[in-house]
C-alpha cells in the first residue's frame, strides 16, 4: 500500500489540558484508578482525540499540515508491544540472569 495516505496527529498538550480533564478521565477509567491508570488513560484519551499538528505522508512524500488539525479518525495505532503489556521486560531480564545470552535468545 504505498500510495495509501497516513496521518501523524502528533498531541502536544499544556499541563493544565491534561489537569482540565482529571474528573472525567478518573469516571472513566475502570476498573482501577492508580496513578499509573491514569497516566496511560490520558495518553490514550488525547491521542483518541485527534487534535494537533499534523504530517501527511503518501509514499515517499511528506507534508506538514498548517495550524491545529482537527482529525475525524476512527482508528488509532498504538505503540505498546507485548512486552508492555505482559510484563516480557522482567521475564527477559530473569532468563538473561539465570541463563546469559543462549538462554535468552532462545526464549
Known amino acids: 500500500c504505498t500510495d495509501r495516505e ?5 498531541a502536544t498538550l499544556a499541563l493544565e489540558d491534561v489537569e482540565d480533564s482529571a474528573h ?3 469516571e ?3 476498573p482501577t484508578r492508580t496513578h499509573m491508570d491514569y497516566n496511560v488513560g ?6 483518541a482525540a485527534c487534535r494537533g499538528s499534523c504530517r501527511v505522508y503518501q509514499g515517499s512524500k511528506r507534508v506538514d499540515v ?4 482537527q482529525g475525524r479518525s476512527k482508528v488509532l495505532l498504538v505503540g505498546g508491544g507485548a512486552d508492555e503489556q ?3 521486560y522482567g521475564r527477559h531480564r530473569t532468563k ?3 541463563g546469559g ?5 532462545a526464549e
Not at 490520558?42 to 491521542?47: D, G, K, P
Open 96 to 98: 538473561f540472569r539465570n
Open 24 to 26: 472525567r478521565l478518573m
Open 28 to 30: 472513566l477509567l475502570h
Open 101 to 105: 545470552w543462549p538462554a535468552l535468545v
Open 42 to 47: 490520558a495518553a490514550l484519551w488525547f491521542a
Open 86 to 88: 505482559c510484563c516480557g
Open 66 to 69: 498548517p495550524g491545529l488539525y
Open 6 to 10: 497516513f496521518r501523524l496527529v502528533e
